[in-house]
């Protein structure tokens, strides 16, 4: 895509001319590229003042009674953000129990994030799992361009080994063929053009002599669900011997 | 031209800006209703609306209530001008103010203004009634749809400020692509409803649009 088509996919979106399929690809693209993601808020933000001329109406009556008992059936079936005292439904909240909320709040998912961190290096530290195979796929000139390493629970890490520029509209999205014989299958998408360890179910345990390949698709990935971009590099797997 | 009721009616100075401001003036049940206060600068708008937001995420229902209480009238109307019926304009409202709540996590402060993402998620909200449902119908006879149409358009036109970049540049387009891409955004039209309004070719009325928005663009850029 070039940068015009973005620029006219943006506006169109921020407008409301585009259709689901291509909001849905430009959310792709944002969540992505957050340059791409600051360009749509530009367009949205030069248009809000449009919202500003419509009339300030009164909302109905009893319109906070019913999105509070629409919000306490949300909460009955999926968990809070964040943990709740029970008394969050009484009516008068001092603003200071407001305050001690929100300061609990932010101080018990701030002691969780840091636990979790904690258990995580550990994790990593401790437990790197060992590959099943190991490929190093070759760009056309027979350069390495990444190391593939696959895990019996078809946990694949990927570690570039030269930076690629990959254009705005592009992603590297990675393949494997499990069968020697059937079709190339996705692994994912390398979103943020970085080293990347991907996972994704249902597929047999890496076997030597299994190739691997990194192509460059459309932003969101291949339309096809096969490898249709030019081949940034490929390989065929081997055992490590250990 | 805007009137002050136009403005945002929030956040006295003298009470303070608080966290979570409380809200004024409203009714036994919550529900908004005018606020004697005018003078707001945007920044305190735009700090206000970021920090109802983060608090939401924090699980505190009153911020959404603030939140509701500065910007559901506003939001009323936008969905009234784009869905043309009471009852769905506040479902779509509500569903609005359901999302924000359950999104509020998601909000990034850099990656873009409060309130530009609370109307995002209602302007979607609309869309999404307007394009996949069949229950939004014309209140009344076509000519009657298509005259109120016009009307609400200039509306918002003249409401720009004068000095806003946005009126200044949609004056540059010529009247046709200005309404256009006017009812596209205010009236939530497509490109056949718009088509068929103007009696013109889906592919000219495409053609157009794009025009003008990449003239638009970058006479604001």
Redesign the interface.
């Known amino acids: 895509m070039t940068d015009r088509s973005l620029?006219?996919l943006i506006?169109?979106v921020a407008?409301?001319?585009a259709d689901d399929a291509d909001i849905a690809r430009l959310d792709r693209m944002a969540q992505a590229d957050?340059a791409i993601?600051?360009r749509l808020?530009q367009?949205?933000?030069?248009?809000?003042?449009?919202?500003?001329?419509?009339?300030?109406?009164?909302?109905?009556?009893?319109?906070?009674?019913?999105?509070?008992a629409?919000?306490d059936a949300?909460e009955a079936t999926t968990p809070?953000?964040?943990?709740?005292p029970a008394q969050?439904n009484v009516v008068e909240?001092s603003?200071i129990r407001?305050?001690m909320?929100?300061w609990r709040?932010?101080a018990v998912a701030g002691m969780a994030a840091a636990l979790m961190l904690g258990v995580m290096l550990a994790w990593v530290a401790l437990s790197r799992p060992e590959p099943a195979v190991i490929a190093v796929l070759l760009n056309d000139a027979g350069e390495a361009i990444a190391l593939v390493e696959g895990l019996p629970d078809n946990t694949t890490r990927i570690t570039l080994l030269e930076r690629q520029n990959v254009a705005a509209d592009q992603v590297m999205q990675v393949w494997t063929k499990p069968e020697e014989d059937g079709p190339p299958v996705s692994l994912g998408l390398l979103s943020t053009g970085r080293s990347s360890t991907l996972t994704i179910d249902g597929l047999p345990t890496p076997r030597p002599q299994q190739l691997y390949e990194i192509t460059f698709e459309p932003a969101g990935g291949s339309p096809t669900q096969l490898p249709t971009g030019p081949i940034l590099g490929k390989g065929l797997a081997k055992e490590p011997v250990t | 031209m805007?009137d002050t009721?136009?403005r945002d009616p929030f956040c006295n100075p003298a009470q303070g800006c608080?966290?979570?401001p409380?809200p004024k003036a409203?009714?036994s049940?919550?529900?908004?209703?005018?606020s004697g206060c005018r003078e707001t600068r945007a920044d305190d708008v735009v700090t206000d609306h970021a920090t109802w937001i983060k608090?939401c995420?924090?699980?505190?229902?009153?911020a959404?209530?603030a939140l509701?209480t500065a910007e559901?009238?506003?939001m009323?109307?936008?969905a009234?001008?784009m869905l043309r019926r009471?009852d769905l304009a506040?479902d779509a409202?509500?569903d609005a103010?359901?999302l924000i709540?359950?999104r509020?996590?998601q909000f990034d402060p850099s990656?873009?203004?409060a309130?530009?993402w609370v109307?995002?998620i209602l302007?979607n909200r609309c869309?999404t009634m307007l394009r996949n449902e069949d229950r939004v119908q014309p209140i009344g006879p076509e000519a009657m749809e298509s005259a109120i149409n016009d009307q609400d358009l200039d509306?918002?036109?003249d409401?720009?400020?004068q000095t806003?970049d946005?009126?200044r540049c949609l004056e540059r387009l010529d009247l046709q692509t200005r309404r256009a891409?006017?009812s596209?955004?205010?009236l939530?039209h497509?490109?056949g409803e718009i088509a068929g309004r103007m009696a013109a070719p889906l592919g000219s009325v495409k053609s157009w649009?794009?025009r003008g928005?990449?003239k638009?663009?970058e006479c604001?850029s």
């Open positions: 620029d006219l506006d169109e407008l409301g001319l957050p993601a600051a808020d367009a949205r933000q030069r248009l809000l003042a449009l919202d500003d001329t419509a009339d300030a109406l009164p909302l109905p009556e009893g319109f906070w009674s019913r999105l509070e629409r919000l949300e809070p953000a964040a943990p709740q969050q909240l603003s407001n305050a909320h929100r709040a932010t | 805007r009721a136009h608080g966290l979570t409380k409203t009714s049940d919550g529900t908004a209703v005018a608090a995420a924090a699980g505190d229902k009153s959404l209530q509701m559901g009238g506003r009323f109307g936008v009234q001008r009471i506040e409202v509500q103010f359901v709540w359950k509020s996590h990656r873009g203004s309130r530009g109307y995002t302007r869309l509306t918002a036109f409401r720009l400020d806003d946005l009126r891409i006017l596209s955004y205010v939530g497509s490109h649009v794009r928005l990449t638009l663009r604001l």
